[in-house]
């Protein structure tokens, strides 16, 4: 979601920025048409109920810097405490503590709200101007291409994403029977089952059930767009 902010950050700073982000973060495709310095990776948790992260690894991972522009919308106390070790560097982000704070709201996109960061940089900014489309690699475009044309004519396709939290998850026997019912009353659509870790009782529903599990995200986003 702050993949527009970052995209004019790098327009303003072509070859300067250091992207500091979770575990795995290195390897998406989404930061690829990026102009970055480098991208380097800190493993924050959870403790007592709030996200924090180890104070020495955030200092030693920003290193030198003239500006930091914090994305969390979340805040702690490791974090505050790097924060007045910065001394002489500009701050930007959501919390006190920041040289320049933007307050988090509830009626505001968290997409608008990333990107207004960057916009007290540049208040001319638009987030439309930086909102396009994460660009798929070749190999994608390839292999959709290719689904495509393997696909019986006529042919629709529905996407299904079955898991968040616990406490927010479906029962799977009540996906089973949506699923069902579904390509039974429409024999002309396939189902795109999006899952990280697909259940054996939504595969089996259907020979029309595709199953993307464990697909990188960047082949899972291509084929359900």
């Given at each position: 979601?702050?993949?527009?902010?970052?995209?004019?950050?790098?327009?303003?700073?072509?070859?300067?920025?250091?992207?500091?982000?979770?575990?795995?973060?290195?390897?998406?495709?989404?930061?690829?048409?990026?102009?970055?310095?480098?991208?380097?990776?800190?493993?924050?948790?959870?403790?007592?109920?709030?996200?924090?992260?180890?104070?020495?690894?955030?200092?030693?991972?920003?290193?030198?810097?003239?500006?930091?522009?914090?994305?969390?919308?979340?805040?702690?106390?490791?974090?505050?405490?790097?924060?007045?070790?910065l001394s002489g560097v500009e701050t930007i982000g959501f919390y006190r503590g920041f040289t320049h704070r933007v307050p988090l709201?509830?009626?505001?996109?968290?997409?608008?709200?990333?990107?207004?960061?960057?916009?007290?940089l540049d208040p001319s900014l638009r987030f439309q101007d930086f909102a396009q489309a994460p660009r798929r690699p070749e190999?994608?475009?390839?292999?959709?291409?290719?689904?495509?044309?393997?696909?019986?004519?006529?042919?629709?396709?529905?996407?299904?994403?079955?898991?968040?939290?616990?406490?927010?998850?479906?029962?799977?026997?009540?996906?089973?029977?949506?699923?069902?019912?579904?390509?039974?009353?429409?024999?002309?659509?396939?189902?795109?089952?999006?899952?990280?870790?697909?259940?054996?009782?939504?595969?089996?529903?259907?020979?029309?059930?595709?199953?993307?599990?464990?697909?990188?995200?960047?082949?899972?986003?291509?084929?359900?767009?």
């Amino acid at each position: 979601m702050a993949l527009p902010a970052l995209r004019a950050l790098a327009a303003m700073s072509p070859g300067r920025l250091t992207l500091i982000g979770a575990p795995g973060d290195s390897s998406l495709f989404f930061y690829e048409e990026l102009s970055l310095r480098t991208i380097r990776e800190l493993r924050a948790s959870t403790q007592e109920g709030y996200r924090t992260v180890d104070e020495a690894t955030l200092r030693e991972l920003i290193g030198e810097c003239d500006l930091l522009i914090s994305f969390n919308t979340w805040h702690s106390e490791a974090v505050g405490a790097v924060l007045r070790s910065l001394s002489g560097v500009e701050t930007i982000g959501f919390y006190r503590g920041f040289t320049h704070r933007v307050p988090l709201t509830e009626s505001r996109h968290k997409c608008d709200q990333l990107f207004e960061l960057v916009q007290v940089l540049d208040p001319s900014l638009r987030f439309q101007d930086f909102a396009q489309a994460p660009r798929r690699p070749e190999w994608v475009a390839q292999a959709v291409r290719e689904f495509q044309a393997n696909l019986p004519e006529g042919a629709r396709l529905l996407a299904v994403h079955t898991e968040s939290a616990a406490s927010k998850r479906w029962p799977v026997e009540r996906f089973q029977r949506v699923l069902g019912t579904f390509l039974d009353r429409h024999p002309d659509w396939l189902v795109l089952l999006v899952d990280l870790h697909a259940q054996d009782a939504l595969r089996s529903v259907s020979e029309r059930v595709l199953d993307l599990a464990g697909a990188p995200l960047a082949l899972a986003m291509a084929m359900v767009g």
